[in-house]
């Protein structure tokens, strides 16, 4: 199982994701777990690191648990836990970053497995258009 942090940003119908150097699909921004890091430090940590931006750590909200195959690795499952937040300062791709994007539900086609889930559930419950 391949456990990840996630950040569920969506603003006016469209949800904010990223592209590494090398991939073929976008992935909502976020990460793996350091060795004894909270969701919270882990969420902080990932997007400084990849969007170049500081999270508002009292902003942090669950946003909910989401699994599928993980996106290259046949057979393993990925746990996506989510959170929504606030930030200061101005996106832009960093560390292995190579694209931030602004997707809509036409583009579920363009991300991996476990972010189409995601973006059925916000789909659902209106916030992506």
Not at 79 to 85: F, L, P, Q, S, V
């Amino acid at each position: 199982m391949i456990d990840k942090i996630a950040w569920l940003h969506p603003v006016d119908g469209r949800i904010l994701s990223t592209r590494s150097r090398g991939k073929d699909v976008f992935y909502l921004p976020g990460g793996k777990r350091e060795p004894g890091e909270t969701d919270a430090e882990t969420l902080v940590r990932e997007i400084r690191e990849e969007l170049d931006v500081a999270i508002t750590p009292e902003s942090i909200a669950p946003a909910g648990v989401f699994e599928a195959e993980a996106h290259g690795h046949a057979g393993t499952p990925v746990r996506m836990t989510c959170y929504t937040a606030e930030y200061r300062g101005t996106l832009r791709a960093s560390s292995e970053i190579e694209e931030v994007v602004w997707l809509t539900y036409g583009d579920r086609g363009r991300v991996s497995a476990v972010d189409q889930i995601i973006f059925d559930h916000l789909r659902e419950i209106g916030q992506l258009g």
